[in-house]
């Protein structure tokens, strides 16, 4: 007999606890920190009232977190564990460790600005910070996406052309305190999406024991395997959400969403919960007439470099909008338009690359902010030159 | 039967694998010798590198570890993942060194002690880093001579078993490789007891101790004759000490080893007092309950 799914209105830590529930999660290892922790204490009832049935280890400190969660993925349970900020920071020794051992764990990182100059709102560099440590990192704009990329984080990440740690990337408050109507997938028709875990490289039973032979090799070989890996999981990522999308009726473009983008001269780029307002501005300005477009780039890890490299071909210029920073790098830019610049360097002729900082330590990212944005690039497109390659939005006088 | 069918033939039967990487004379040979013979064949190890276990890449039982400032906390993982699974019949031995223990990772061992966790952690306590070329601990003992302490340590060795005493595991030992009985007495008593059990093994090291090669057993003994580290346990709060030599000089065992090389008559004086006192602390309350 199949059920229907059940749609409520919840904040998208609670989301993101459905997602873990459905997932049906074995083990979960976490430690607290605002803005994550509803998403744990909601995973610790649903333990109490046998909704879930999972071991939660209630660790002392983020570098035990991760560590329980990859021995326990290890071990043969799936495993997960959610963090921000500060805890990420601290955990960043264990963070290294499941991409390297080819553990398939999920993380869901709460995104929060790191101190000192960052307070308990978002911003997306305590993530953005570990993008080259191996994990997969995907970026949601609503808690109905938490709930969804939590599930295919582990169709993902447990491909055994894959088997690398997936860490769904939602914003702090913006999201994660945000209550909207979620839809919850049925359970059963989950599992039939979501085989239970078992991974090919691994047993810690003494019986059959069973380890990657990784001492066996040159460590430029298995760092070169992980990096394979994560070119294969661009095709995973795509496969994963598409079957996702038919089953369940929700498929959010894989890699990358382009919206408004057909005949678009200018794009806007946009990662996470901007993502929403975004839309608004570009039906705005589409709605007065120019030609502008939307990228959400929902994949950071593996980066979508065919993808922009296609928007790059079709457009005049392109803006990415960065929640981070990264004090010192090339042009005083953002991470985001750091990927970007590489991803259209091949190309034959540019379009060109703007660069804005909106959002950081997390205040609010306005309308009347993105529409500065997307008039600016619109007016770089035109006139070939733009008013200025990087802004610090908040810092500018704003048009109109 | 040839002498090499004879190592085959023993092999066979045994935990490890014949040779390892250790120095000579490295007291970490013998102690996982005896504590797989204690655990058997139905055990998971875990534990990153720890002197003693990195040099033992030769054990046949699955293993796991990350880096030694990750200690116990993979163990609680695969705990866990093995109460998920059905599977709590394998038993859970994570082992670390005094640094990892007592030093880096102490917060995380306290939790494991705190949250009970269903696994034996050992701390295989060479009294200093020695991995990394001999550098002070935590556990390093008053006295001793280290790279990182040229005139010898100026404080007093931590006492880890007795402050994960006072965390109410239900249960822990200190063992000595000089006495394999008591060791591996106190190892299969361990593997009985669920939840969170702790063993303490003090293991003589010839390179950071500067003693000879030939002398580890001899050193581990007198280690326990004078009293330096007694041997005992703590059950469900009671203290049994399980060794109760009669008293050596602390002197025999400091002038074995060029680490106390430039200790001077007073501060072997001292130290003399000190285990004494100790000494006669862990008798009166031998039998009784020390849960304060």
Same mark, same amino acid.
């Given at each position: 007999?199949s059920?229907m799914?059940?749609?409520?209105?919840?904040?998208?830590?609670?989301?993101?606890?459905?997602?873990?529930?459905?997932?049906?999660?074995?083990?979960?290892?976490? @430690?607290?920190?605002?803005?994550?922790?509803?998403?744990?204490?909601?995973?610790?009832?649903?333990?109490?009232?046998?909704?879930?049935?999972?071991?939660?280890?209630?660790?002392?400190?983020?570098?035990?977190a991760?560590a329980?969660?990859?021995a326990a993925?290890?071990?043969?349970?799936?495993?997960?564990?959610?963090?921000?900020?500060?805890?990420?920071?601290?955990?960043?020794?264990?963070?290294?460790?499941?991409?390297?051992?080819?553990?398939?764990?999920?993380?869901?990182?709460v995104?929060?600005?790191?101190?000192?100059?960052?307070?308990?709102?978002?911003?997306?560099?305590?993530?953005?910070?570990?993008?080259?440590?191996?994990?997969?990192?995907?970026?949601?704009?609503?808690?109905?996406?938490?709930?969804?990329?939590?599930?295919?984080? @582990?169709?993902?990440?447990?491909?055994?052309?894959?088997?690398?740690?997936?860490?769904p990337?939602?914003?702090?408050?913006?999201?994660?305190?945000?209550?909207?109507?979620?839809?919850?997938?049925?359970?059963?028709?989950?599992?039939?999406?979501?085989?239970?875990?078992?991974?090919?490289?691994?047993?810690?039973?003494?019986?059959?024991?069973?380890?990657?032979?990784?001492?066996?090799?040159?460590?430029?070989?298995?760092? @070169?395997?992980?990096?394979?890996?994560?070119?294969?999981?661009?095709k995973?990522?795509?496969?994963?959400?598409?079957?996702?999308?038919?089953?369940?009726?929700?498929?959010?473009?894989?890699?990358?969403?382009q919206?408004?983008?057909?005949?678009?001269?200018?794009?806007?780029?946009?990662?996470?919960?901007?993502?929403?307002?975004?839309?608004?501005?570009?039906?705005?300005?589409?709605?007065?007439?120019?030609?502008?477009?939307?990228?959400?780039?929902?994949?950071?890890?593996?980066?979508?470099?065919?993808e922009?490299?296609?928007?790059?071909?079709?457009?005049?210029?392109?803006?990415?909008?960065?929640?981070?920073?990264?004090?010192?790098a090339?042009?005083?830019?953002?991470?985001?338009?750091?990927?970007t610049?590489?991803?259209? @360097?091949?190309?034959?002729?540019?379009?060109?690359?703007?660069?804005?900082?909106v959002?950081?330590?997390?205040s609010?990212?306005?309308?009347?902010?993105?529409r500065?944005?997307?008039?600016?690039?619109?007016?770089?497109a035109?006139?070939?030159?733009?008013?200025?390659?990087?802004?610090?939005?908040?810092?500018?006088?704003?048009?109109? | 039967?040839?002498?090499?069918?004879?190592?085959?033939?023993?092999?066979? !039967?045994?935990?490890?694998?014949?040779?390892?990487?250790?120095?000579p004379?490295?007291?970490?040979?013998?102690?996982?010798?005896?504590?797989? !013979?204690?655990?058997?064949?139905?055990?998971?190890?875990y534990?990153?590198?720890?002197?003693?276990?990195?040099?033992?890449?030769?054990?046949?039982?699955?293993r796991f570890?990350f880096?030694?400032?990750?200690?116990?906390?993979?163990?609680?993982g695969?705990a866990?993942?093995?109460?998920?699974?059905?599977?709590?019949?394998?038993?859970?031995?994570?082992?670390?060194?005094?640094?990892g223990?007592?030093?880096?990772?102490?917060?995380?061992?306290?939790?494991?002690?705190?949250?009970?966790?269903?696994?034996?952690?050992?701390?295989?306590?060479?009294?200093?880093?020695?991995?990394?070329?001999i550098?002070?601990?935590?556990l390093?003992?008053?006295?001793?001579?280290?790279?990182?302490?040229?005139t010898g340590?100026?404080?007093?060795?931590?006492?880890?078993p007795?402050?994960?005493?006072?965390?109410?595991?239900?249960?822990?030992?200190?063992?000595?490789?000089?006495?394999?009985?008591?060791?591996?007495?106190?190892?299969?008593?361990?593997?009985e007891?669920?939840?969170?059990?702790?063993?303490?093994?003090?293991?003589?090291?010839?390179?950071?101790?500067?003693?000879?090669?030939?002398?580890?057993?001899?050193?581990?003994?007198?280690?326990?004759?004078?009293?330096?580290?007694?041997?005992?346990?703590?059950?469900?709060?009671i203290?049994?000490?399980?060794?109760?030599?009669?008293?050596?000089?602390? !002197?025999?065992?400091l002038r074995?080893?060029?680490?106390?090389r430039?200790?001077?008559?007073?501060?072997?004086?001292?130290?003399?007092?000190?285990?004494?006192?100790?000494?006669e602390?862990?008798?009166?309350?031998?039998?009784?309950?020390?849960?304060?």
């Open positions: 007999m059920r799914p059940m749609t409520k209105v919840m904040e998208g830590n609670e989301a993101a606890a459905y997602g873990v529930k459905l997932s049906r999660v074995e083990v979960i290892a976490a @430690y607290p920190i605002t803005p994550q922790t509803e998403l744990i204490s909601t995973l610790a009832s649903m333990i109490a009232r046998g909704e879930l049935k999972a071991e939660y280890i209630k660790v002392e400190g983020e570098h035990t991760l329980a969660t990859a993925s290890a071990a043969g349970a799936r495993a997960f564990t959610a963090s921000a900020a500060q805890g990420i920071v601290y955990m960043e020794e264990s963070i290294w460790m499941p991409p390297g051992m080819r553990l398939p764990v999920v993380m869901c990182i995104n929060r600005a790191i101190a000192p100059l960052g307070g308990l709102r978002p911003d997306h560099n305590d993530s953005l910070l570990q993008r080259d440590t191996g994990w997969i990192q995907i970026y949601c704009e609503n808690g109905q996406e938490v709930l969804d990329t939590i599930i295919q984080a @582990y169709r993902i990440g447990e491909d055994k052309r894959v088997y690398l740690p997936v860490a990337c939602y914003e702090g408050y913006v999201v994660s305190a945000t209550a909207t109507p979620v839809e919850i997938p049925d359970q059963e028709e989950v599992d039939d999406f979501l085989p239970p875990y078992k991974h090919e490289m691994y047993s810690l039973y003494p019986e059959n024991p069973r380890s990657p032979p990784r001492l066996m090799r040159s460590i430029a070989e298995a760092r @070169y395997e992980v990096q394979q890996a994560m070119e294969r999981a661009k995973v990522i795509e496969e994963v959400d598409r079957e996702y999308g038919e089953r369940f009726g929700r498929y959010y473009d894989g890699m990358v969403e919206y408004r983008c057909e005949d678009a001269e200018a794009v806007m780029v946009t990662m996470g919960s901007i993502t929403g307002t975004a839309r608004d501005v570009v039906d705005e300005l589409r709605e007065e007439g120019k030609k502008i477009g939307l990228v959400k780039l929902r994949v950071f890890r593996p980066f979508p470099t065919e922009i490299q296609e928007i790059g071909k079709r457009v005049r210029a392109i803006g990415f909008v960065d929640r981070n920073t990264s004090y010192g090339v042009a005083g830019c953002g991470i985001g338009c750091i990927e610049a590489r991803a259209l @360097y091949p190309l034959d002729e540019h379009p060109l690359l703007l660069n804005y900082f959002g950081l330590g997390g609010d990212v306005t309308i009347p902010q993105l500065h944005i997307a008039k600016r690039i619109l007016k770089a035109e006139t070939g030159k733009p008013v200025k390659d990087v802004e610090w939005v908040e810092l500018e006088k704003l048009e109109e | 039967m040839s002498l090499v069918e004879k190592f085959e033939e023993h092999y066979k !039967e045994k935990l490890v694998r014949p040779g390892n990487g250790c120095c004379g490295c007291g970490g040979s013998l102690a996982w010798r005896m504590l797989l !013979e204690a655990l058997g064949k139905n055990t998971v190890l534990g990153g590198a720890p002197c003693a276990g990195c040099a033992m890449r030769v054990i046949k039982l699955p570890g880096h030694f400032s990750f200690v116990g906390d993979g163990a609680s695969i866990a993942a093995f109460k998920v699974k059905g599977r709590e019949d394998i038993t859970v031995f994570s082992s670390a060194g005094d640094g223990v007592g030093d880096i990772s102490f917060g995380k061992v306290s939790a494991c002690a705190e949250r009970n966790d269903n696994f034996i952690q050992c701390c295989i306590d060479n009294e200093a880093y020695m991995n990394t070329g550098q002070k601990s935590g390093t003992p008053y006295g001793a001579w280290t790279t990182t302490t040229p340590k100026k404080s007093k060795k931590k006492m880890i007795m402050i994960l005493a006072q965390h109410r595991i239900p249960y822990l030992a200190t063992l000595s490789i000089a006495y394999p009985q008591d060791l591996m007495k106190k190892v299969r008593k361990a593997k007891i669920r939840g969170f059990r702790y063993l303490h093994l003090v293991m003589p090291c010839p390179t950071g101790w500067r003693f000879p090669a030939s002398k580890t057993v001899e050193v581990a003994r007198l280690a326990v004759q004078t009293w330096i580290w007694p041997l005992y346990e703590v059950e469900k709060g203290l049994r000490l399980t060794m109760k030599p009669k008293q050596r000089p602390v !002197e025999d065992y074995l080893q060029g680490r106390f430039h200790l001077t008559e007073d501060e072997i004086a001292e130290i003399q007092r000190s285990v004494d006192e100790e000494k602390r862990l008798l009166e309350r031998d039998g009784k309950n020390i849960w304060l």
